[in-house]
């Protein structure tokens, strides 16, 4: 059983949690986020992109109150930067996703469940919103970790496709399917 505390999401202020940001995109278990070279400067500067574009979103989660996570959101059609835009299975009521569990502090001892907790929430969120209708990821096809969690919430792999950077696993979770693997 799950040890963890509440989960919540709140829109990430770029500018109090950059220095905290930057810590979490650039650690060595995120290399799939691919700003492992990246400075606080050039993070923060990324998300101030996201924050102001109109179709995707930075969520700072919290679990237990404590800065645990990061999600993203967004329009898979009208977020381009992302590249899945003029995807022949994209539709009305898709939602893109990321998430990024942050690295544990040096010293502690991995709390069970903390991640799946942590997936469920963000999907949750994403489902929040009745007019979406299915769930869009696109990790790198490497990613044999977030591929598990994926499979687990019910998504399914469509096709893979180039994307700038990387071979991703173009997955597709309707509501259905994320209540039944529930």
């Not at 829109?11 to 492992?36: I, N």
């Not at 101030?48 to 109150?65: C, F, I, S, T, Y």
């Not at 903390?114 to 469920?120: D, H, W």
């Amino acid at each position: 059983m799950s040890t963890v505390g509440p989960i919540t999401l709140e829109p990430l202020d770029v500018d109090e949690r950059g220095v905290r940001l930057h810590a979490w995109v650039t650690h060595p278990r995120s290399a799939f986020w691919m700003m492992q070279d990246a400075t606080p400067a050039e993070v923060v500067a990324d998300y101030r992109l996201v924050a102001e574009h109109p179709h995707h979103d930075a969520w700072l989660g919290r679990v237990d109150g404590e800065p645990a996570f990061l999600a993203e959101t967004y329009d898979p059609v009208l977020a381009p930067e992302v590249g899945l835009a003029g995807l022949p299975e994209l539709r009305p009521g898709d939602l893109g996703m990321h998430v990024l569990v942050a690295p544990p502090d040096p010293g502690t001892d991995p709390r069970p469940g903390f991640t799946r907790a942590v997936f469920a929430a963000v999907m949750a969120h994403c489902f929040r919103d009745p007019a979406v209708r299915r769930v869009v990821v696109e990790p790198d096809v490497r990613n044999e970790r977030i591929a598990t969690l994926n499979r687990e919430a019910g998504f399914v792999v469509v096709r893979v496709v180039d994307l700038p950077g990387k071979q991703a696993a173009l997955s597709f979770c309707t509501r259905a399917d994320w209540e039944a693997a529930r």
